[in-house]
């Protein structure tokens, strides 16, 4: 599982983003920077437009206005695949885990490798590669499973999301988003999340981080963005603010 590049220059840019639904404004000029190699957490009340903004990252919405760059260059999704293309990878509250099927199945998924020769021609898979590929990333990644070929059913939820992060971190090229990666976890497998956070960042990465959990993003974020009924109320280096300054710029009285 080979990283990107060194860290410093941006990787993903939202500049300007409108985005309606109706007569819903969830985004109204919404931007921000993503770096390689960094952590930036996206954090706002709710209908700040924190989801609408990843969604439009991930080639899921296409904005109505504003532009989307991917390492300099100007970028139009029209579908998830697109990102993906480029190497977007993104892991939703929901992980879209196949639960009856091996961790090895799911980090495969859509992706399956397929043996050499006339084997390969008849769709035969190369269930060897895979599973060392999957034990290969686990171990990089500190992943908590130790039996790749484990469903994913039997697993708990931090060792879900791993899995989760993990296939993102095997096909991302560049950019990893995570919404909510921690949400309903105990705080044991808060830990372990926030652990394999950190590995994408050292990976050189840039992780996007939507969270409503202060104490983490003060904890493993390099620069947080707060955005305010679809616009931005200030983006801080994490050294620099607390949570007080979080909350302030959330209910509108930072700047």
Known sequence: MAGPPEAGEPVLELRHIEKSFGRVEALRGA?????????HAVMGDNGAGKSTLLKVAAGVLRPDAGEVRSEGGEVDFASPLDARRIGIET?????ALADHRSCVANVFI????????????????????MR????????????????VQRPVRMLSGGQRQGVAIARAAIWAKTVVLLDEPTAALGVRQRKAVDDLI????SRGFGV???????????????????????????????A????TWVVTAMVGGAS
């Open 31 to 39: 931007s921000l920077t993503l770096r390689r190699g960094e952590v």
């Open 110 to 129: 859509g992706r399956e490798v397929v043996r050499g020769g006339l084997l390969g021609r008849l769709g035969v898979l190369d269930r060897a590669t």
């Open 198 to 201: 950190k590995t994408l960042r």
């Open 132 to 147: 060392q590929r999957t034990g290969e990333a686990f171990e990089q990644l500190s992943v908590p499973v130790t039996d």
């Open 240 to 243: 620099d603010v607390d949570a």
């Open 208 to 238: 996007l981080l939507i969270s409503h959990d202060v104490p983490q993003v003060l904890d493993i974020s390099d620069r947080v963005t707060v955005l305010r009924l679809g616009e931005n109320a200030g983006t801080r280096d994490t």
């Open 91 to 95: 892991v939703y509250q929901d992980l």
